[in-house]
């Protein structure tokens, strides 16, 4: 812990001091001698970890530090980070003739227009440090060491607290709670504000300039990720862009090939605030903002979102996992969604709003024989936008009774239906709108918010009428209607503006944008209800996710992407913000660049989508016709999809940088094979493969089923030659063929005081996904399991993550040393091999139930069990996701341990007599279901 415990130390002319209970700088004889000392960055204080150092100076401007490199790197100056916009002669200190009247004042830049009418403002950003108090405690993420600095602005009475936190388990990252303090007589009107303001210094040539991701809305749909060129700026404001593009994720990256800097908000409700980026030169401006103006009385304090600054490196996959992991210590995280979320999908969108149902119908078989496991009904059944409880009597002429039979005509296939909905819209001249105008969402002005593209106007989403009706709707899809899952698609569903509608009595207008999360919940909870593995696939076309959402979304697709590029591009970000293994879509294919590019969504792990029309098209232009040139192409890349089922393996986004690594590589890992895409027009040289565990490993072009070749995790270099894409996997060659576990080294600071891995240590844990039974026959139910593996000296650590049905256990108290036949109930086990033992029938077997008993066993060969009882579990159950997850410590001799030849496999047991499944990571082959077949364990790598 020594070497990762932030500390705070105090620089200035003097040795360095540990702690310094109060300000006192060197280079104090006089003013100008101590602005020269301030100017110079010399006398301030500094928190620090092993990745980044804060340094603070007598006016609390702030300097960013890296650390870590072969010598410390200053990314910035000394910045006024922290500001205040207030408006002029407002909260002067002491009295106005002596400050000169209306005269500039030191530490204030003026800030607004001299036109009339204009209000003048001027800014705070210059504060004399009266204290700095450290401290070290708990947080909601996780234990950390803080710095709480305090000032008075200089020629006002504003005061500023800036508190400073670093995170033990997250390094790099500092935390940042700001305060302003009305410390005049007469009210203060604040016009605006800024936090984590800085000027990252020029990249040195070799880092080859800035890019940039942005996890705000554009209007014009713009790429998330972006290169920071001369006269780059961008607002990013998390508002409205325009009547219905807003809302997003409150985190704004910039990076080089050697680091990158990445700032943002951790509420747990969403801000209308602006994280600003800038080219100024060669240097890159940042910053977080706010300008909704609010006046603070006598005394009041202004407490400011709980910023972040993120030191790295790679691209902005690492800093938004990161960000990930924070939000999810607060309980905002994605949900494990249904197995189905991650299959193939054919979309009725290719006959748009005309469709017709003889033609939908015409089409599924040959969706159904390509392989596609989702059939999709998309806009146009509906009577009129909003009216969804209306179905339009000119497709279905017997309303409801159609659409069932639609729903039966795809399930008879073998196919899954989802019906397409874009809530919160209604159209002028419907009957939602007649009937409920008292839910619109209103402006200042009562006017209405418009909805473009559907020429529809916004319902409130604060409005608890909204809610309810819309969770009934989807009740009745798929409850009366029989769909599996639900299509929820509109530009105007990812953020809303404040609604000012008396009629909702909101405590303030931004209720609508803070509850637009609720709203996404009711959705959720309400198809959920009614069936646990129904998919809710939300498409906010064309914008950048919102996170705070994301809690109520199984399945994200890339949005209407305008190219390719958006395909991967839009696949690295989300699979970092929900989750490494999520179900994104890299939606229809048609979008992609050339209209036919499966490799994109493929090779990032994403679930192939398509809209193509058969065995005719009635529209002559803008044609989706499958043709059998275009349908050789689609059955080839389906059923790579299908066979490697990419979408559910583990999304390795740090180990490329988009921006910087040549040719693009994505990998995804799957059950200890990994794979690799590489992206350029045109490549012939050598392509690495990072992320190999030692030995030799075969390459292998799985899409054309070519064989490419060893190579030795050693010098894992590849020579490749491509136009547009290759895909390949790389799979460890062993004497005997055993698929591969590996369980990563877990680090003494991520373990509990209670022995268990702490919940940061399993975000990069690797992770395999079975969802078969013993025999490797795909399981009939929705049971699912997902196993990640961790180990540090003396133990192994194990977490399985189980979607269930139903849950059967014993209710009984535990027992210590009494062999019982828990295995009756549902329970997930875990067969363990010494690499001494290899070849005999002599294991651990060690089983956890969902309340929590375990039994620890050492088998020695057929009917000889010995209790053992040295290994712990904890469980949870979440009845609302139906999954239940379990974390297990299962001990091993400490001291040096051979880091391969051990043996290793993973089981799970659920239901009762009559529905009983029985699955397992490495299919036994036996005829009945026999788990104890140590001949069928697969192998277990633990990393160095």
Not at 48 to 76: I, K, N, W
Request: proline letters at 6%; hydrophobic letters at 40%; one cysteine or more.
């Amino acid at each position: 812990m020594t070497g990762r415990r932030a500390f705070l130390q105090w620089l200035g002319a003097a040795p360095v001091a540990t702690v310094a209970p109060r300000v006192a700088f060197a280079a104090s004889a006089g003013a100008a001698a101590s602005a020269r000392a301030a100017d110079l960055g010399r006398g301030h204080v500094r928190l620090q970890d092993e990745r980044l150092s804060l340094h603070f100076d007598d006016r609390m401007r702030s300097r960013l530090v890296r650390l870590g490199g072969p010598r410390p790197l200053a990314l910035t100056g000394f910045d006024a980070g922290e500001s205040i916009v207030i408006v002029d002669g407002q909260g002067l200190a002491g009295d106005t003739a002596a400050l000169g009247g209306p005269a500039p004042v030191a530490g204030v830049t003026p800030a607004g227009g001299a036109s009339a009418g204009a209000v003048k403002t001027r800014t705070l950003d210059r504060f004399a440090l009266a204290s700095a108090v450290p401290s070290s405690g708990a947080t909601p993420f996780g234990a950390g060491q803080r710095l709480v600095l305090t000032g008075r602005a200089e020629g006002a009475a504003v005061a500023k607290t800036v508190t400073v936190t670093l995170l033990d388990e997250h390094p790099g990252v500092a935390l940042m709670a700001v305060a302003f303090v009305n410390r005049s007589d007469r009210p203060l009107t604040v016009q605006g504000w800024t936090v984590a303001a800085h000027r990252l210094l020029a990249a040195p040539r070799h880092a080859g300039g800035w890019w940039t991701y942005s996890g705000a809305t554009h209007t014009d749909r713009r790429d998330w990720m972006q290169p920071v060129k001369r006269g780059f700026q961008q607002r990013n404001f998390l508002g409205m862009d325009s009547s219905d593009y807003g809302g997003g994720t409150p985190l704004v990256d910039v990076w080089r090939r050697d680091l990158g800097v990445a700032i943002g908000h951790l509420d747990t409700l969403p801000r209308l605030v602006s994280l600003p980026v800038k080219a100024v030169g060669e240097q890159v401006d940042i910053a977080m903002r706010g300008d909704e103006p609010r006046t603070l009385a006598p005394g009041e304090t202004l407490a400011l979102p709980l910023a972040f600054i993120a030191v790295h490196e790679g691209d902005c996959f690492v800093p938004l996992d990161r960000y990930r992991r924070l939000m999810n210590a607060q309980g905002l995280a994605a949900p494990e969604p249904p197995r189905s979320a991650h299959e193939s999908v054919w979309c009725a969108w290719g006959y748009e709003r005309d469709f017709s149902l003889d033609r939908v119908r015409a089409t599924l078989p040959k969706a159904r024989e390509l392989g596609l496991k989702w059939a999709v009904l998309d806009d146009g059944w509906q009577r009129q936008t909003g009216d969804w409880f209306d179905i339009d009597l000119k497709k279905f002429p017997r309303g409801e009774e159609d659409m069932k039979a639609l729903v039966a005509d795809i399930h008879a296939r073998g196919m899954k239906a989802r019906l397409w909905i874009a809530p919160l819209a209604v159209a002028p001249g419907s009957d939602e709108l007649h009937e409920h105008a008292d839910l619109l969402l209103l402006d200042q002005n009562g006017a209405p918010q418009m909805i473009t593209w559907w020429n529809c106007l916004y319902l409130c989403p604060g409005a608890k009428e909204t809610r309810e009706r819309t969770a009934a709707m989807f009740r009745k899809i798929i409850q009366d209607w029989g769909f599996d899952g639900v299509k929820v698609d509109g530009q105007h569903l990812n953020g809303v503006a404040p609604c000012f509608n008396p009629k909702h009595r909101h405590a303030k207008p931004e209720e609508s944008v803070e509850q637009m999360a609720d709203f996404y919940r009711a959705m959720f909870e309400a198809a959920h209800a009614v069936n646990p593995e129904a998919v809710v696939e939300v498409c906010p076309c064309g914008t950048s996710y919102a996170f705070h959402n994301m809690p109520w979304i199984d399945q994200a697709p890339a949005s209407d992407p305008l190219s390719s590029w958006q395909v991967r591009h839009k696949g690295k970000a989300l699979k970092a913000q929900m989750g490494r293994w999520s179900a994104y879509a890299g939606d229809h294919v048609e979008l992609s660049t050339g209209g036919m590019d499966f490799a994109s969504a493929v090779g990032v792990g994403a679930v192939v989508s398509t809209k193509f029309t058969w065995p005719e098209d009635p529209k002559p232009k803008d044609s989706f016709l499958l043709t059998p040139e275009r349908e050789s192409h689609w059955r080839k890349w389906i059923a790579a999809h299908n066979a490697k089922g990419l979408s559910d393996g583990v999304y390795r986004g740090e180990l490329y940088d988009i921006a910087f690594d040549k040719p693009e590589t994505h990998v995804v890992e799957k059950n200890g094979v990994m794979h690799y895409a590489f992206y350029a027009p045109r490549f012939d040289g050598t392509v690495t493969l990072r992320g190999l565990g030692p030995g030799m490993w075969r390459v292998r072009d799985y899409v054309n089923g070519v064989d490419l070749g060893r190579v030795d995790a050693a010098r894992p270099t590849l020579k490749a030659a491509f136009r547009e894409h290759l895909l390949i996997e790389a799979v460890l060659e062993a004497a005997v063929e055993r698929p591969l576990a590996r369980a990563a080294r877990l680090p003494s600071r991520l373990i509990g005081r209670d022995g268990f891995a702490l919940a940061s240590a399993w975000e990069d844990a690797p992770a395999m996904f079975f969802a078969h039974d013993w025999r490797g026959r795909p399981l009939t139910g929705t049971q699912s399991t997902r196993v990640q593996l961790l180990h540090a000296d003396g133990a192994l650590h194990l977490r399985f993550s189980s979607r269930y049905n139903a849950l059967s256990t014993f209710d009984r108290e535990q027992s210590s040393t009494e062999i019982w036949p828990l295995w009756q109930r549902d329970v997930v086990e875990v067969f363990l091999q010494a690499p001494q033992d290899a070849g005999s029938d002599r294991y651990r077997e060690v089983e956890v139930s969902p309340n929590g008993l375990v039994m620890d066993l050492e088998v020695r060969g057929a009917g000889r069990r010995r209790f053992v009882g040295e290994s712990r579990a904890r469980t949870a159950v979440d009845t609302g996701h139906r999954l239940w997850t379990a974390e297990l410590v299962v001990p091993m001799p400490r001291g040096p341990q051979p880091l391969d030849g051990w043996r290793i496999n993973l089981f799970r047991i659920e239901g009762n007599k009559e529905t009983r499944q029985f699955s397992a990571w490495n299919p036994t082959g036996s005829e009945k279901p026999n788990f104890h077949v140590p001949a069928a364990f697969g192998q277990l790598r633990l990393e160095a």
